[in-house]
Structures are given as structure tokens and as C-alpha cells.
């Protein structure tokens, strides 16, 4: 069974500051991508990530896939209470019986103060 | 909108009772999964289905059916459901079937069991 741990479970920063949220796992991935949750809706997209060390910026989000394809992080500069949520990592394996499955990690929630 | 729907938005039933969630996927996405969100399980993947047919099966019980229909519509049915039941049950879909092809999630269904 692939799993997918993240940490930390929660963080809670003020508005401005500097963060990272880890995802790790023992088994190797196709590709990783991140979602952000509000509460009563769906996860939204923010990225995947598909190359061993790849690095990817969304404004002030950086991704970045491990070499070995087995972890990834997610660092936000300059948080702003807009960034509060739940993040989710989710792992997925090009192929066989698991086809379209993700595994996703336990979840970041997110607190940004003003 | 990620353009993916789901209904009900909100069901509360009672233990042993039998419900169907339905889903309608982005237009133009071939590939339906379902997922369950618990406090204490985080996001499970359930099953997937492309253009109709199963593709991947993940922690489904075996009170829990799927199906897609010809009209890319698909619906999850859950039987003699118990207390544990009670979770947020998203819908997402993607072009093609492997994880390759990005996932956009629906709102949700909030099934409540009492």
C-alpha cells in the first residue's frame, strides 16, 4: 500500500511569513500534484509535477518533486491570510490495476492571521 | 466552478437505508472517479470509471456500487449504510483514463447517517 505523509498537520503563521508543507513517501510516483481545500467544497488543482526535481512557481507558490520521485514540498512566500486552507499532496501510478488512483496525503491545514 | 456537478449537495438519511449520489463530469472529460473524505481517513479513493467501463477499484465496500452511464453521467449508490458512512463524497473527473490527465474535483455530497 502506497501512502503519502505530510507534515506538519497544521500551521498557523501570520500574514507575511515564509512556509513550507512536506509530502513524503517510501514508494515512487508517476507524477504529484497539489490541491487546496476550503471547507464545504471540492480540492482545486494547483499543480502537478511529473520529473524528478522538477520545480515549479505559481505566483508565490513554489513546487518542487524530489529526485527520486518519492517526496515533494510546497513553499509560500509572503503568506496572506487568502492562502488559508487545507493542502493536499496526492501521488499517482501511471499503471497497472491502480490506473487513475490517487493516494492522497492526510492534509495541511492552513491558518494565516492578518 | 470546476465544471463538474454533483447532487444532492447535502443528504442526511437514516441507518440501513439505501442512497445514490450522482455526478455529471467536466464536458468533454471521459473519465469519472469517486472519492470519500472523513475527519479521521482524509481522501479515499473509491473507484474509477472510463467512457463506462470500471478502470480502478480502491477501498470500495461491497455495500457501495458504481456505475457510468452512456451519458458520461454516473451515480454511487450506498446500501444498509451505518453510522460510519457519514462522510463528503466528491466526484471528479479527467480527459482520459490514467493519472496522466489531471482530476477536477466537484462541491461534494455531505451524506449524513443517523
Known amino acids: ?114 | 466552478d470546476s465544471g463538474v456537478t454533483q447532487t444532492p449537495k447535502h443528504l442526511i438519511t437514516a441507518t440501513g437505508q439505501r442512497v445514490t449520489l450522482r455526478c455529471s463530469p467536466r464536458s468533454g472529460d471521459l473519465s469519472v472517479y469517486w472519492y470519500q473524505q472523513s475527519l479521521d481517513q482524509g481522501l479515499q479513493f473509491l473507484i474509477q470509471y472510463y467512457n463506462g467501463e470500471e478502470r480502478a477499484k480502491g477501498n470500495i465496500l461491497e455495500r457501495f456500487s458504481a456505475q457510468q452511464f452512456p451519458d458520461l453521467h454516473s451515480e454511487l449508490n450506498l446500501s444498509s449504510l451505518e453510522l460510519g458512512d457519514s462522510a463528503l463524497y466528491f466526484c471528479a473527473s479527467s480527459v482520459g483514463p490514467g493519472v496522466a490527465y489531471e482530476q477536477y474535483f466537484g462541491p461534494g455530497t455531505r451524506l449524513t447517517v443517523t
Open chain 1, 1 to 114: 500500500t502506497q501512502l503519502l505523509e505530510q507534515s506538519p498537520q497544521f500551521l498557523s503563521i501570520q500574514e507575511g511569513e515564509n512556509l513550507t508543507v512536506y509530502c513524503n513517501s517510501s514508494s515512487v510516483f508517476s507524477s504529484l500534484q497539489w490541491y487546496r481545500q476550503e471547507p464545504g467544497e471540492g480540492p482545486v488543482l494547483l499543480v502537478t509535477v511529473v520529473t524528478g526535481g522538477e520545480v515549479k512557481k505559481l505566483k508565490r507558490l513554489t513546487f518542487q518533486f524530489g529526485d527520486a520521485r518519492k517526496d515533494s514540498s510546497l513553499h509560500i512566500t509572503a503568506a496572506q491570510p487568502g492562502d488559508t486552507g487545507l493542502y493536499l499532496c496526492a501521488g499517482g501510478n501511471a499503471g497497472g490495476t491502480s490506473y487513475g488512483k490517487l493516494t492522497f496525503g492526510q492534509g495541511t491545514i492552513l491558518t494565516v492571521h492578518p
